[in-house]
């Protein structure tokens, strides 16, 4: 075991921040033996890295030629993951990737054939994945201490105004300037982690999701974006498990993210600042810690397995997939992603366009456990029903 894991940072503003904090805190920014960013002057850990003589790369490639890591985090934008994942790993790296994995299924099986090839790991950085307190509900539901799923959903409203969309040239966009795939949305983006989440805590192993059969999808935008900022899914697992998820960045209030899982002996439920909390139906309780609390630990647990040299990561590319292809085959559905009515949106003096009632009208579908057309709400329409191919899942 070495006593250090040297790191390269590729993407050093922005998410990238947050990594470095996590770094500083725990006084091991010396362990950073480069930084790649073609702007490197736009992180507050600039000055930083001029005082402590950390070298600057402005590609991957070039920090490869003449330098080594341990491990590679890569905090870059969407359309970026791939190539630069797959360069980290054929030059000896393992690799910390943020959410999600990348812009297409094709670019994700690449990612997935070189991590085999080179042996090295490829972690998903979907926050809740790597927290013990998901762990340790995890593992009690695969004990089968709760009993068989039955359902699941997770509601989660995020204002965004326009600086959010204008903070980068591919914030809501389908494809790069090169078509490079991107799908930035609420669902692949901020609130991805949630819908993610209800993939993986009920997956029947430690490094793997729920798989996932069929999905119902609405997609809605009120913000000038080619994607979506709202959504309503309903997704069916192989196990016939009804998973549901609401997100919306075109809301007037915060909440959530919330969610409730319902099992044959108990409902787990959890809601943003409190423990998880479990009722059996004998009214005994159990609870798991907040997973926010541990927003950063996907930070640790790939250090520690690359100082331990083990490649046994919860949150891979396989745990990943079910996002991965909900994401995928609503976009193959979608082609054009309809507006909410003009006269519905609304734009305040914080330059944050919202519907109108569109809060309580998600806040609804979560309570009925039913998709916005179902409840008839005028602005909405037909879900459209997507078949996952047999053969999609790599496991």
């Not at 340790?136 to 699941?152: N, S």
């Amino acid at each position: 075991m070495t006593k250090t894991c040297e790191i390269v940072i590729i993407g050093a503003a922005g998410y990238g921040e947050i990594y470095l904090e996590a770094l500083q805190k725990e006084n091991r920014l010396s362990w950073i033996k480069g930084i790649v960013d073609v702007h490197p002057e736009r992180s507050a850990f600039f000055s930083v890295f001029r005082q402590m003589n950390i070298p600057i790369y402005n590609s991957v490639e070039s920090f490869y030629e003449v330098n080594t890591a341990d491990l590679a985090i890569i905090a870059t934008p969407i359309h970026l993951h791939a190539q630069q994942a797959i360069t980290a790993m054929l030059n000896g790296s393992n690799v910390l990737c943020e959410k999600p994995v990348s812009g297409s299924l094709q670019e994700a099986e690449k990612m997935r054939e070189v991590e085999h090839q080179t042996n090295r790991f490829l972690a998903i950085g979907f926050n809740w994945s790597f927290s013990e307190s998901v762990h340790q509900l995890k593992e009690d539901i695969i004990a089968g201490l709760y009993g068989e799923p039955i359902c699941g959903k997770t509601v989660v409203l995020w204002p965004r105004n326009e600086d959010y969309y204008n903070r980068s040239n591919w914030a809501g966009k389908l494809f790069g300037p090169n078509n490079e795939p991107i799908f930035d949305s609420i669902a692949n983006n901020a609130t991805s982690h949630f819908f993610h989440h209800l993939f993986f805590v009920l997956g029947e192993q430690m490094e793997q999701s729920a798989k996932v059969n069929k999905f119902d999808v609405e997609l809605y935008r009120a913000n000038s974006i080619e994607t979506f900022d709202t959504c309503a899914i309903r997704a069916k697992t192989d196990k016939a498990v009804k998973l549901l998820y609401f997100a919306s960045h075109a809301v007037d209030e915060e909440y959530g993210p919330v969610f409730e899982l319902e099992f044959e002996k108990a409902i787990i439920q959890y809601k943003n600042g409190g423990p998880i909390k479990a009722t059996f139906t004998d009214g005994t309780e159990k609870y798991y810690d907040d997973p926010e609390k541990e927003h950063i630990n996907k930070l640790n647990v790939c250090i520690k397995a690359t100082m331990e040299g083990h490649k046994e990561i919860c949150c891979s590319i396989d745990s990943a997939y079910s996002h991965l292809l909900g994401i995928h085959y609503m976009h193959e559905a979608f082609t054009n992603i309809p507006f909410f009515p003009s006269n519905e949106i609304k734009k305040n003096k914080d330059r944050l366009t919202y519907v109108q009632g569109l809060a309580a009208s998600l806040k609804e579908c979560y309570r009925q456990q039913s998709l916005p057309s179902e409840l008839n709400f005028h602005w909405a329409e037909k879900y459209k029903s997507i078949i996952v191919p047999k053969g999609s899942y790599p496991y």
